[in-house]
């Protein structure tokens, strides 16, 4: 076995040791409150971790499946799609939202026939993918199979293999319902301000 394999519990790890998923007591940026913070960017600060994760990711992809491309919804995607590229030696573009539009800009192309692996970061409703699959398919590509960091959990469809390294549904509620506030410990808002350690 090679040394970079990673099991679902150094996955995990991976996630709490950088900060990238967190226990607490959030305001999230829908109002709603939570025990649990994502933040892929944390885990992805780390170059060698996003190399070892990214690496991990493709080797759940089946062997018989071959690729041309890899491909991602900017921006968040990028970086793991960048690595996940590098781990399996194939181009890398991304595709980014112009007036709402998915689109490949900056003469991105994609081969007549290119089998594309899609990679991103979170997937929570999968729009993003959803969209990124079809504007490689209406560019004469093959969506072979996605990949992403961490599944939220809404079992999105996406006509192709789904491999997430995480799985991680985290419950949210109003504030009226929040046991938390009701314990009265202090709540954080992770996007308009810094989270005390
Ligand atoms: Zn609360």
Redesign the pocket.
């Known amino acids: 076995m090679n040394e970079t394999r990673m099991n679902d519990d150094e996955i995990l790890a991976a996630f709490k040791n950088t900060d990238a998923i967190r226990k607490g ?3 999230l940026t829908s109002g709603r ?1 939570s025990d649990t913070y994502i933040q892929c960017a944390r885990v992805l600060e780390h170059p060698n971790l996003t190399m070892k994760l990214a690496t991990e990711a493709t080797r759940r992809i089946s062997s018989r499946i071959d690729i041309d491309l890899v491909a991602s919804p900017a921006v968040g995607g990028i970086l793991f799609g960048f690595a996940v590229a590098a781990a399996i030696d194939k181009p890398f573009i991304f595709s980014e939202r112009v007036d709402g539009k998915m689109t490949f800009r900056r003469s991105f192309e994609v081969a007549q026939g290119a089998n594309v692996l899609i990679a991103e970061d979170v997937v929570t409703t999968g729009g993003s993918v959803v969209d990124v699959c079809e504007l490689v398919r209406a560019n004469g590509g093959n969506v072979v199979a996605i990949v992403s960091l961490i599944d939220r959990g809404a079992e999105p469809t996406f006509g192709a293999p789904y491999y997430p390294l995480l799985k991680l549904q985290t419950p949210s ?1 109003e ?1 009226a319902e ?5 314990q009265g ?1 202090e ?1 954080y808002s992770p996007g308009s301000r810094r989270i005390n350690k």
């Open positions: 007591h959030f305001k409150h509620w504030e929040c046991d938390l506030c009701k410990i709540i």
